[in-house]
């Protein structure tokens, strides 16, 4: 991932940097795939007949999810992948803005149909929940602009650094291991920092209250073109895939995948990925259950 690092920050700041949110607030046309249809499993029932109910982001996380200037209509790379599914599927879209904590119960008890909250494939995550990939995930190391912090690559550099994180998230799980291997080096763990709202993290970050803010590589690149007071000084260390979160075994995974694969050959998809500065996260065909992040 780190192959390339400085070529693909610039070409993902300029994406960014020329992201039009007014435009953005129109919804894209979406086909109904009749193959996609098909794919409906006969015995699934939705939470709402007729409708796809879809756990998004509640935090305002641009590209991934923000509001629109009417400060209630949810937008964003997210809130675009949700329309083409059930734009896809014949169906009518209800978003449900979701705290991060919120989405694997909301997902087991069937609140929701389909979870997309920038969720990453894990091993561990797989044994409740199928998996449907749309994007690659990358994580991100950002520190304020005028920061001594030139780069991070591995545990060394965060050696002592209060770090902002998200509690169960992939980049807490990458953090406390980096903390183990500092501690076998004898050197000074990273205290992780704990916030639920953008805003605090880029008060932390502002203020000096913390040093590193790791997230995804998609957010942390779109704060910096936008607003100069931040950079992007590393990427995280795994692979891994972004997908559409269903409940274990209830087979609406595969009608999912048929849409995703759909709007990918017609073009769909990317037009969503290109206009929120995503397309470098693009993927070639959507898979079912890939191999996951193991630690």
Request: charged residues 20%.
């Amino acid at each position: 991932m780190k192959y390339g690092l400085l070529a693909g920050l610039a070409f993902t700041a300029a994406s960014h940097a020329s992201i039009d949110l007014k435009v953005n607030e129109q919804p894209l046309p979406v086909t109904v795939d009749p193959q996609a249809v098909a794919k409906i499993p006969a015995h699934y029932k939705f939470v709402e007949p007729g409708t796809l109910t879809v756990a998004i982001s509640a935090l305002n996380s641009p590209p991934l999810a923000l509001l629109a200037s009417d400060n209630r209509t949810r937008i964003g790379s997210d809130p675009d992948i949700a329309r083409l599914l059930a734009g896809s599927l014949g169906l009518k879209l209800k978003l449900v803005p979701t705290a991060w904590e919120d989405w694997p119960l909301g997902i087991t008890s069937g609140r929701y149909d389909v979870a997309l909250v920038n969720i990453a494939v894990t091993e561990q995550r797989k044994e409740k929940f199928d998996f449907a990939t749309y994007r690659v995930d990358s994580l991100a190391f950002t520190v304020k602009s005028t920061s001594q912090v030139q780069s991070i690559k591995g545990p060394e550099d965060l050696a002592g650094k209060k770090v902002i994180v998200g509690s169960g998230t992939n980049q807490e799980r990458i953090l406390l291991g980096w903390n183990e291997e500092n501690k076998k080096a004898g050197r000074e763990p990273a205290l992780p920092v704990y916030l639920t709202d953008d805003a605090s993290g880029n008060l932390y970050i502002q203020s000096g209250r913390a040093d590193v803010f790791f997230g995804p590589q998609s957010v942390a690149a779109y704060k910096a073109a936008l607003t100069g007071k931040t950079r992007v000084v590393g990427l995280g260390p795994k692979k891994a895939y972004v997908a559409t979160t269903t409940k274990k075994g209830n087979q609406l995974v595969y009608a999912l995948q048929a849409a995703l694969d759909g709007a990918i050959a017609r073009g769909e998809y990317q037009k969503v990925l290109a206009r929120w500065g995503e397309q470098g996260e693009a993927v070639a065909q959507s898979e079912v259950n890939p191999p996951g992040i193991t630690y």
